[in-house]
């Protein structure tokens, strides 16, 4: 997987962000017709912090700085993903991929309920600019 940044030769940051937006089309989350402005999560951060620590770091790194799983902890990511698209897409997994949806119980942990997966989201969000 070579970078494509234009460092690289490759593609300017508002061209990644056309590319990654057109990837999220293909996706299963519905990304139209969304009723909720981009953020309206209200979940509890510390929470959030808990069950991502439980949950989530073992591939998307502490504090969501990367793993086997994508950083979390990423600008261009929280510039374009809306809340509703982070709830989906932790609730439902990415099929294919080792990214399993987290609103069903897995043999190795319990299910998340939606104010739990609210809660990682505002953690999440708690994340932005490298604050952890
Ligand atoms: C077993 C490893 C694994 C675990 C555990 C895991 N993820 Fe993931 N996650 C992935 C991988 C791999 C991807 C990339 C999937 C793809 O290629 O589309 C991903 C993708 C994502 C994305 C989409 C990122 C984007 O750029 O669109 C989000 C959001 C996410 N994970 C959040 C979480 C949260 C929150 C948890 C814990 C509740 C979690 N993940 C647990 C492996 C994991």
């Given at each position: ?9 490759g593609?300017?940051p508002d061209?990644?962000?056309a590319?990654?937006?057109h990837?999220r089309?293909l996706a299963?989350v519905?990304?139209?017709?969304d ?6 999560v209200g979940?509890?951060?510390a929470?959030?912090?808990?069950l ?5 770091s ?15 902890n ?8 809306t ?7 932790i609730?439902r997994g990415?099929?294919?991929t080792?990214m399993?949806?987290f609103?069903?119980?897995?043999p190795?942990r319990?299910?998340?309920t ?5 809660s ?7 994340l ?5």
């Amino acid at each position: 997987m070579p970078g494509w940044l234009r460092d690289d030769g490759g593609l300017r940051p508002d061209e990644v962000k056309a590319v990654m937006a057109h990837l999220r089309t293909l996706a299963d989350v519905k990304s139209e017709a969304d009723p909720r402005p981009a953020r309206w999560v209200g979940g509890d951060a510390a929470a959030g912090k808990r069950l991502f620590e439980t949950n989530c770091s073992g591939c998307h790194g502490p504090q969501g700085k990367g793993g086997e799983g994508p950083a979390l902890n990423n600008k261009v990511l929280h510039e374009s993903a809306t809340d509703s698209y982070l709830v989906e897409t932790i609730s439902r997994g990415r099929r294919g991929t080792a990214m399993a949806g987290f609103v069903e119980p897995s043999p190795v942990r319990p299910a998340l309920t939606r104010g739990d997966i609210e809660s990682v989201v505002a953690y999440l969000r708690s994340l932005q600019g490298g604050k952890s």
